[in-house]
């Protein structure tokens, strides 16, 4: 139950960061619509593999516990 909560919160850490930076992207006056939206899909493409980096480590640790 701990790892489970200790899981949800990092994935909550995660996309709390992508919100920001999307705010960022959009707020900087600088960027053109195209960089906008080719720095908004690096942000999400970014997102998605740190959900699964924790997705990874959890199961790893899941499995290790398991086996003990």
């Known amino acids: 139950q701990e790892g489970f909560q200790a ?25 053109t619509e195209d960089a906008e939206k080719e720095c908004l899909e690096k942000i999400q493409k970014l997102t998605d593999e740190m959900i699964k980096k924790v997705e990874a480590v959890a199961a790893e640790k899941e499995k290790e516990i398991m086996t003990v």
Do not use: P, Q, S
């Open 7 to 31: 899981v949800e919160e990092a994935k909550i850490a995660v996309r709390n960061l992508r919100r920001d930076a999307n705010e960022a992207a959009k707020k900087d006056e600088t960027l």
